[in-house]
């Protein structure tokens, strides 16, 4: 893995199919010039953002989204602004439009003060990042939600790793289901993940369809403490570049 902490977002960006490239936001950092981001939004995007009624909110989402269309319009050499979005049935937003070269597959994901972005193409990508909160009820949600075996691996933890674990674990499911493009439509129990800390082979099994399980590739992210995060990318031939976000804008 290979990490360029100096890459800012203006220059050309070059990414080939064997790169997954991965951007890191600070959110607090960028929030100055959260006016200046608000620009490259379109008229539908600025609509949307005006609905949010605290500014911590609103401020991420601009954010958050005037870096998508920055980096991808570095990637595709195009006007960010020219950018044009579309979503599919279960609301996976995706390129649409002329002039947008080999597909480019993208996936964000925010919570607190970081946000992932993440980009593959002509690859599936879904990532999540979950700040570890104190106040969830961590075994009524896995009651809920997480597979037999993973209940079961969850459980067998002593009580000062599970919080952490179970987060790992959720971060592992929701990034293989925005991946997938399925969301929630795909039951959360019908496949496995690993809950083991560092782990890049992390789905451990799919269901009704075992053979799934070897199309995806499911690692974890190393984020901040306090976070968990996870990446799921379709294939495995790819190399991950981790970057970081930083200003100035173009």
Partial sequence: MKTDAGFPVQRELQLTGEGVHLWRVNIPLMTPSVTERSRI??????KRASRFHHAVDRNRFVIVRSLLRQILGSYLGKDPLALMFSYSKKEKPF????????AIGFNVSHSGDIALLAFGRG????????????????????????STREQGDLAALPDGERR??????????ESFIKATGKGLSLPLRNFDVSLQPGD?????ATRPDA????????QDVTVEQGY???????????????????????
Wanted: proline share 2%.
């Fill in 41 to 46: 939004l379109s008229s539908e995007e600025q």
């Fill in 95 to 102: 390129l649409a439009g002329e002039g947008v070269g080999d």
């Fill in 123 to 146: 690859r599936e990508i879904g990532v999540d990042v979950e700040q570890v909160r104190p106040d969830t009820d961590v075994k009524a949600i896995a009651e809920r939600f997480f």
């Fill in 164 to 173: 952490q674990a179970f987060f790992r674990c959720w971060t592992r499911k």
């Fill in 200 to 204: 890049r082979d992390a789905l451990l």
């Fill in 211 to 218: 053979l799934e399980r070897t199309h995806w590739r499911l």
């Fill in 228 to 250: 968990a995060a996870a990446l799921c990318v379709s294939g495995n031939n790819w190399q991950l570049l981790e970057k970081i976000a930083q200003e100035p804008m173009q």
